[in-house]
Structures are given as structure tokens and as C-alpha cells.
């Protein structure tokens, strides 16, 4: 099967269908290289995608980290990330070894392709002016031998007439013989070349075609090993990479396997759990026994004075069963948020308080360690004085000592703190307290509404008389309000040392010189709950005021 014996005669044709066969790989090329854009913006859209949800740095997504599932999340975007470096593996292999190739090869092919027709061109040419010259041989010979036969008719007429001179006969005798003479002379022209054209022709169609052609089937042979080879390539490259696009789909499953529930449930537990004790039950406050309402003044003198909590009203005990939410809130909203975290629940203020002394801890390992290498370096100068003037690092050595010492007091206050919430906990078998930090066995006649710490629904504090101390008071009357809380007793009263705009929500504006009613004294968050009239309380900063607090304070005197 051979183009130069099968197709001798289609030199249009196979130039047609060669220069088809470079579009087409050209085409290919196309093809792959749109592959390309397409794996390298695939890689880019996943890379921004992983980005995207990575946590941000020192916020609260980090810390949302903990969990298992979270952790599992962050594994697959990083799983991901690396799942788009294959794509990126992928595009750049295909350029490198399919793209740059073919290109190259397109452009050898080329010119190839357009040697070999440039001979086939050149021997079409040749065979077409022999056939050319054997024709102008050949029109030649014809009019030679016509122009003989008339030469040799006109001889014989004029040979023929006797009324024709002798002389006439023979310039008509010598005429034909000429004639005669070219036209064998055209014969053996057109003879010689009738041969030559005949052996040109043969080389043509039997050697320089067949061998032209055969070079053109070669190389047309060879684009389409060359396209094969790279479709395989093609396939290769995807092939090469699949092991580690397995291996990060592996990694993906192995995260989500590793996704621990239990784990994430005693997170919470640790995130949330506020270390105290559920609230007990309420008290049944009967009003129906009118004996009950009517306790003498001196009665109420004595529980105080043997350091018993002050009496409320009794007519409408129904207070405010969690009294810290209102407060929490406003302490939040101010950003009050006391050094030693005695705003947070127990539990949550311990944790607080840990991580505050690990940090501590960790300053002060890291300015040992500067000091251990600056002594050692001063010790370097010592023996090698040429290397540097040792008392150049007395300053800097000063400097990290007093900088040790500023951390060490920081962590000895903030374990102190840490010490004393620790043996507040329930776990260490000692009743809750409230924010205040006061305990009952530390009670004193200032402090006349010394409450159990209580837990709210929502973590928040709340207050109860002890039963020890809670003294029924009749109630002044029964309205139609009966359900209203009643204000609380004052307690004492305070100065104003300063003037407070209290322009936020829950806050009292007072004027510097002005006399107030306390009704609940600072807990530990800085504010101080007072009274101006019946309509008018909220909190003042404690700083801002100085407080006066009435020891044999009457639960009826309430505001003026």
C-alpha cells in the first residue's frame, strides 16, 4: 500500500488532506490549552474557596476550632488546597509536555509538508514542458509533410505540362525535394523527442512520484503516531496524579472519621458550664396570717445586729428572681469588664483566670530565656573583651530583670485570684458565692443583704435571702398591683464625689455634692445601684461616689 503507486494521480487531493491533518492537530493543541486555563482556574476557585472559610486569626472562629467537626472542616479545606495544587501539577504538565511539543512539531511539519510539494510541483512542471515540447515537435513534423505533398503535386503538375519550360519543371522538381528534406527532418525531431518525453514521463509516474508521494505518506504517517502519542500523554499526566488526589480524598474521610461527638459535647460543657449550684426552691410566703405581717421594730434591730441579712418587704416578696441579668447586661454594654473576671460565672472565671497566668507564664519564661542569653553574651565579652564592651549590656539586662519582675507580681495577683475562685467552686464542697466573692462566714454588719449565689437558666447570677434571715414584713396595702415588684430597701446612702452623665441604658446621671439612697452596693463589677426617687434609680461607677452604709437600716425606708 504505498500513495505513490495507489494515488498517482490525486496531487490535489493529498495536498488537501495533509494540510487537513496540521489543522487538525493544531485543533488539538487548541484543545489542550484551553484544558490548561481551565485546570489553572479550577486550582484558583478552589484555593479561594479554602481560603475563604479558613478562620481568621485571633478571632472567634478560631476558637470554634476545637471541636472535632470543626477541626474535620479545616482538614478538608486544607485537603482541598492541596487537591487544587494537583490541577495546578495537571495544567502545568500539559503545557510542558504536550503544548510546547506539538507546537514545535507543527511548525516542522509545516515546512515538511511544504518541501515535498514543492518538489512534486517542480516534477509536474518538468513533464508538462516535455510534453510541450513534443507537441510543438509534433505540429511541426505535420505541416512539414503537408507542405512536402503539396511541393511533390505542384512537381508533378508542372512535369505533366507541356506548355511549361524545362526551367519551371525543375525549380518545381528542387522545391519538393526541399520539402521533402524537412519534413524528414521534423520526423527524426519529433521522433528524438517522442522518446525523450516518453522516458521523462516513465521516471515521472514510476520513480519521482511515487517516491515524493511515499515522503508525504511518511511524514503524514508520522502526524498521526505523533497525535496518539500525545492523547496517551494526555492521559497520563490525569493518570499521575490521581494517587495523591486519592490520597487527599483519604485524608478528607480520615478527618470526618475522626469527628468525636462526646469530645465536642464536654467542650461545651467546658466552654459553658458556670460552676454553680441549681436554684432551690422558693419559700411559700403566706399572707393570709395577719400575725405574720406585724414584727416589732426591735425584732428587726436584734436580726440585725447578729448579723443576719435585712428584712425585704413582704407584701410583695416576688422580687427579682435573677437581679445580675439586667446588670451583666449593662456591665457588657459599657465594656466594664473587670481585670480579674469577676463579672464571668465561677467556672468560666477560673478558666479565664488559668489562661491569664499561662500567658503570664509563658512572658516570663521567654524574658529568662533573653536574660540567660544576654548573661551568657556578657560572659562572652568578659573573656573576649575585644568582641564587645560587657557594660554596653548592663542597661539591657536591667531593663529584662525589672520586666521579669513587673510579669512575676502580674502572675502572683492573677494566681491569687485564681486561688481564691478555685476554693470557691462547688466541686471544693463550699456554697457558691455572688459576684461580691463574700462568703457567709465573712459577713459583717456593713453588708446587710449578703446573699445565696444562685444560677439562672442563662448562666446569669441571682439572689435569695437565706432562710435564717428572711423576716415576713406585713405588707402596706393590697392594690390592684399587686403582681409590681416592689423597689428594693435602701441600705444607705452616698455622695456623689464626681458628676455622672449616665447617658447609657440601666445608668443615673448625678452631680458632684449630691446625697443619694444606696440600695445595692458594688459586687465586684464597679457599679453601684442608688436611688434618687421613686421613678429614678439605675448605677452610678462605684469610683464616683462614696458610700455610707446604714448599719440598723430599716427594711421600710425605701426612697424619699
Known amino acids: 500500500m504505498s500513495w505513490g503507486t495507489e494515488l498517482w494521480d490525486q496531487f490535489d487531493n493529498l495536498e488537501k488532506h495533509t494540510q487537513w491533518g496540521i489543522d487538525i492537530l493544531e485543533k488539538y493543541i487548541k484543545f489542550v490549552k484551553e484544558r490548561t486555563e481551565i485546570e489553572l482556574s479550577y ?81 509536474q512542471q518538468h513533464i508538462e514542458t516535455c510534453w510541450k ?53 521534423s520526423k527524426a525531431d519529433y521522433s528524438s523527442i517522442l522518446q525523450k518525453f516518453n522516458h521523462e514521463q516513465r521516471e515521472y509516474y514510476y520513480t519521482h512520484i511515487p517516491t515524493i508521494f511515499q515522503q508525504i505518506q511518511e511524514m503524514e504517517e508520522r502526524r498521526i503516531v505523533r497525535l496518539g502519542e500525545s492523547m496517551k500523554t494526555y492521559a497520563e499526566v490525569d493518570r499521575q496524579v490521581t494517587p495523591i488526589i486519592g490520597k487527599c480524598l483519604d485524608g478528607i474521610v480520615k478527618a470526618a472519621e475522626a469527628i468525636d461527638q462526646k469530645n465536642d459535647s464536654q467542650l461545651v460543657i467546658e466552654a459553658y458550664k458556670s460552676g454553680f449550684e441549681p436554684p432551690g426552691d422558693i419559700e411559700f410566703e403566706d399572707y393570709t396570717q395577719p400575725m405574720k405581717r406585724t414584727v416589732s421594730e426591735n425584732s428587726l434591730s436584734n436580726s440585725r445586729g447578729e448579723g443576719k441579712a435585712e428584712p425585704k418587704f413582704g407584701g410583695k416578696a ?59 553574651m556578657k560572659d562572652v565579652y568578659l573573656k573576649n573583651p575585644q568582641m564587645g564592651d560587657p557594660a554596653s549590656l548592663d542597661h539591657k539586662l536591667a531593663e529584662v530583670n525589672q520586666n521579669i519582675e513587673k510579669l512575676r507580681l502580674e502572675a502572683q495577683k492573677f494566681e491569687a485570684w485564681l486561688a ?44 435569695e435571702q437565706s432562710q435564717e434571715s428572711e423576716v415576713k414584713v406585713p405588707a402596706l396595702d393590697f392594690d390592684d398591683e399587686f403582681d409590681d415588684e416592689e423597689p428594693l430597701p435602701a441600705i444607705g446612702t452616698c455622695k456623689a464625689l464626681y458628676t455622672f ?33 421613686e421613678d429614678e434609680e439605675g448605677y452610678v461607677p462605684t469610683s464616683y461616689v462614696e458610700v455610707y452604709l446604714d448599719k440598723n437600716a430599716k427594711g421600710a425606708k425605701t426612697y424619699i
Open 501 to 533: 452623665d449616665g447617658q447609657n441604658e440601666g445608668t443615673i446621671s448625678v452631680v458632684e455634692g449630691e446625697t443619694l439612697y444606696v440600695i445595692e452596693e458594688d459586687k465586684g463589677d464597679g457599679w453601684t445601684r442608688i436611688r434618687r426617687s
Open 318 to 376: 416576688k422580687g427579682k428572681l435573677w437581679p445580675f441579668i439586667k446588670k451583666n447586661k449593662l456591665s457588657l454594654k459599657l465594656g466594664s469588664t473587670p481585670e480579674d473576671f469577676s463579672n464571668l460565672p465561677p467556672e468560666q472565671r477560673r478558666k479565664k483566670l488559668q489562661q491569664k497566668v499561662d500567658e503570664l507564664n509563658k512572658d516570663i519564661q521567654k524574658e529568662v530565656d533573653q536574660r540567660d542569653a544576654i548573661t551568657k
Open 420 to 463: 481564691e475562685v478555685e476554693g470557691r467552686l462547688p466541686a471544693r464542697g463550699e456554697q457558691a458565692r455572688r459576684q461580691s466573692g463574700l462568703y457567709d462566714a465573712q459577713s459583717t454588719p456593713t453588708v446587710n443583704n449578703c446573699a445565696q449565689a444562685r444560677e439562672s437558666p442563662d448562666g446569669s447570677y441571682t439572689e
Open 133 to 185: 515540447q513534443l507537441e510543438s515537435s509534433k505540429r511541426r513534423f505535420e505541416r512539414d509533410c503537408k507542405e512536402a505533398d503539396r511541393a511533390q503535386q505542384y512537381f508533378e503538375k508542372m512535369d505533366a505540362d507541356i506548355n511549361v519550360t524545362k526551367a519551371d519543371v525543375e525549380k518545381a522538381r528542387q522545391q519538393a525535394q526541399l520539402r521533402h528534406q524537412m519534413a524528414e527532418d
Open 43 to 123: 486550582a484558583k476557585q478552589l484555593r479561594n474557596l479554602s481560603k475563604k472559610y479558613q478562620p481568621k486569626k485571633n478571632s472567634k472562629e478560631e476558637e470554634e476550632y476545637r471541636y472535632t467537626a470543626c477541626q474535620a472542616f479545616l482538614s478538608t479545606l486544607n485537603e482541598m488546597n492541596d487537591y487544587a495544587g494537583q490541577h495546578e501539577v495537571i495544567s502545568e504538565n500539559l503545557t510542558s509536555k504536550i503544548i510546547a511539543g506539538l507546537a514545535r512539531y507543527v511548525q516542522e511539519l509545516k515546512q515538511e509538508r511544504k518541501s515535498h510539494f514543492h518538489d512534486g510541483r517542480k516534477a
